[in-house]
């Protein structure tokens, strides 16, 4: 998934390009991964100030996306620049990043299961949306998501250590999901996990879509807003989803053009792994009226005049 559970870095990258080149793509990275992040860091600082979000179960689901983006988008650039600088890392460090990073993006299309499902209740059991969606089980629910990704990459750690020699498990490799664990189990067990979430997902999507399309209410503003944001959820997994059919359409072009091996990798890249986190908080964050009343302020760092110079303007 692109949300995926991978962190796909090529060394072809930096086997293929030349100084200048490679120094413009990792300046793109990055400066993409900053104005991305920056943008996500502006919801999490806007959530914790205010009350009204932080005491929301729908906001925390929010929230808990953007920090998954926002953790993915970091390991993933981080591995993108060591490709070009050191080129390989030792296993254990490796392996610690792949595993945050495959728990955080498995995450993804679980928590827009979870925000479809809150949205299910909002919409068509109103007057128990108080008692059943709370802030603890919110979080009840943060942790089982967490619990469920780790089972996706645990059982790799534990075939790795027991299938790999010694030599390997001290030794430098491009860090990689492929080459770290590279085992024919935990190619079967990936693929496997994959389809059962990505089903559960779907059907979780759908059905709370159709349950919310057919509701008593359902031709308010309320259940139009909810049906709407459901289909985001369902375009938002399709992104996810992209992992599954970049390898093909990467084999596609570069039969057509193998004299641009290491630049279609590259937008590639850029595609599958970073644009994507930019979805979250434009979809989500900034669509929402009443988020976006309050992080604008903090996105732009408004000055109030009444307030020393250099601090940003606090919403009320």
Request: proline share 3%.
């Amino acid at each position: 998934m692109n949300s995926s559970s991978e962190v796909n870095v090529s060394s072809s990258f930096s086997n293929r390009d030349t100084a200048s080149t490679a120094v413009a793509k990792n300046v793109i990275v990055v400066a993409l991964g900053i104005i991305i992040n920056y943008i996500n860091g502006t919801l999490i600082h806007t959530f914790r100030k205010h009350q009204v979000f932080n005491s929301n179960p729908r906001y925390i689901l929010f929230i808990h996306l953007v920090i998954n983006d926002m953790t993915q988008l970091a390991i993933s650039t981080l591995l993108h620049i060591i490709i070009y600088t050191v080129y390989t890392i030792t296993l254990p460090v490796c392996t610690v990043l792949l595993m945050i990073a495959v728990t955080a993006t498995f995450n993804t299309p679980l928590n827009l299961a979870s925000m479809a499902v809150e949205c299910y209740v909002a919409v068509c059991i109103p007057l128990r949306h108080s008692q059943i969606c709370t802030v603890k089980r919110t979080y009840v629910l943060i942790g089982l998501i967490w619990v469920a990704s780790s089972l996706s990459i645990l059982p790799d750690l534990l075939v790795l250590l027991a299938t790999e020699p010694l030599g390997f498990l001290r030794s430098k490799v491009l860090c990689a999901r492929d080459f770290v664990f590279r085992s024919s189990i935990s190619l079967r067990k990936r693929n496997a996990s994959h389809i059962l979430c990505l089903v559960v997902v779907w059907l979780t999507l759908i059905y709370t879509y159709f349950r919310i399309l057919f509701a008593a209410k359902g031709a308010t503003a309320n259940s139009r807003k909810a049906r709407n944001t459901i289909l985001l959820h369902g375009f938002q997994l399709l992104l996810c989803m992209l992992t599954y059919v970049r390898p093909m359409f990467e084999q596609a072009l570069l039969f057509l053009m193998p004299e641009k091996y290491s630049d279609i990798r590259f937008a590639c890249y850029v595609i599958v792994q970073i644009l994507p986190r930019f979805v979250s908080p434009v979809v989500y964050g900034l669509r929402d009226q009443t988020f976006r009343s309050y992080v604008r302020r903090y996105l732009l760092c408004t000055v109030n005049l009444r307030q020393p110079a250099g601090t940003c303007d606090q919403v009320q």
